[in-house]
């Protein structure tokens, strides 16, 4: 089992450079084997084009190596935080790409305005709030895990699976590493085509009955989109 998970967690790395999501080492993709309480995740620093499934390093949820010679990846401790604290999730992503990025790096949600958005997100991807100094010198990358968990107070991480950390970059998740990888995709492109859609109209909107429609034919018991 830990083999499969490893093999699939390094195919979700490759699909963020194949989906051009990541440049050089800026990314990591991991899976979490719910059973055993383990995680797979990329190396730290470890390029894409000389990585094998060996590479990938398994940790257990207090971050402990339990399989593997490389060091995990330096945002290892922010994926243990989601998978504590978002117990439906099996897979995180975390890339720097471009214009979710951008929205990161301005602080902003992004807003909800369009049927693409809305058939993946239940509302706005959420931004988190500013870190505290006190955080930032700490446990840096935990405490990334803990902002995410507190923006995440009253939202459903399952109909809302991404997130933006201010100044920094989006993470997402999904039911699997492959899911994930998924929705890092959706939400470079919704935060590109809103970036458009902001210039052409700054009072661009939504009908909120047009989201609510869009996002129930995809998700939940009376979902009809698909086979």
């Not at 010679?69 to 604290?85: C, E, F, G, I, Q």
């Not at 939202?155 to 899911?179: M, R, T």
Request: charged share 20%; glycine share 8%; net charge negative.
């Amino acid at each position: 089992m830990i083999r499969e998970l490893k093999i699939k967690v390094f195919e979700a790395n490759l699909d963020l450079v194949r989906h051009g999501l990541v440049l050089f080492t800026w990314g990591n993709a991991s899976a979490i084997l719910r059973s055993e309480g383990l995680v797979a995740i990329k190396p730290s620093g470890i390029s894409y084009e000389t990585m094998k499934p060996e590479d990938i390093v398994v940790v257990d949820l207090d971050g402990n190596i339990v399989e593997g010679r490389r060091k995990p990846s330096s945002d290892t401790a922010t994926h243990l935080v989601l998978y504590k604290a978002f117990r439906g999730i099996g897979g995180v992503v975390h890339t720097h790409s471009t214009f979710a990025t951008a929205w990161a790096q301005a602080g902003r949600d992004i807003p909800n305005i369009g049927t693409t958005h809305a058939d993946y997100f239940s509302d706005a991807i959420p931004c988190t709030r500013t870190m505290t100094q006190q955080e930032i010198e700490g446990a840096y990358e935990e405490e990334t895990g803990n902002v995410i968990v507190e923006r995440f107070e009253g939202l459903n991480p399952e109909y809302i699976p991404g997130v933006l950390v201010e100044n920094h970059g989006p993470f997402s998740w999904g039911k699997d590493a492959a899911d994930a990888v998924h929705n890092a995709v959706v939400m470079e492109q919704v935060a590109r085509m809103a970036c458009i859609s902001y210039s052409i109209n700054p009072s661009t909107s939504m009908n909120p009955h047009l989201i609510t429609k869009h996002f129930y034919r995809k998700h939940g018991a009376d979902a009809y989109y698909g086979q």
